[in-house]
């Protein structure tokens, strides 16, 4: 990591991705969204991480993926 990167708050991570905090840490259980880096106590993800997750979610281009809160992953909406 570069010195001039910013380092994000779980809830700088809500404000971008319009989530609940719940749903940021099931979508890192789920392997779907990067791990944080951990100082102490404080949990924070890099720019570069939360670009990689936004530049993977804009890659998909069958469909928009949204959140399962049930399983905690990613899914697709069926094609009907």
């Known amino acids: 990591m570069s010195m001039d990167q910013s380092l994000h708050t ?16 099931r979508w890192v259980a789920a392997g779907s969204f990067p791990k944080p880096l951990k100082f102490g106590g404080t949990s924070r993800w ?9 530049h993977a979610a804009e890659s998909d281009t069958s469909s928009v993926a ?7 992953k990613l899914r697709r909406p069926k094609n009907s």
């Not at 779980?10 to 840490?25: G, L, P, R």
């Not at 949204?66 to 905690?72: D, L, Y």
């Open 10 to 25: 779980i809830n700088d991570v809500c404000n971008v991705f319009q989530c609940s905090k719940s749903t940021v840490w």
């Open 46 to 54: 890099t720019d570069s991480s939360l670009k990689q997750a936004i």
């Open 66 to 72: 949204t959140p399962n809160s049930v399983k905690g």
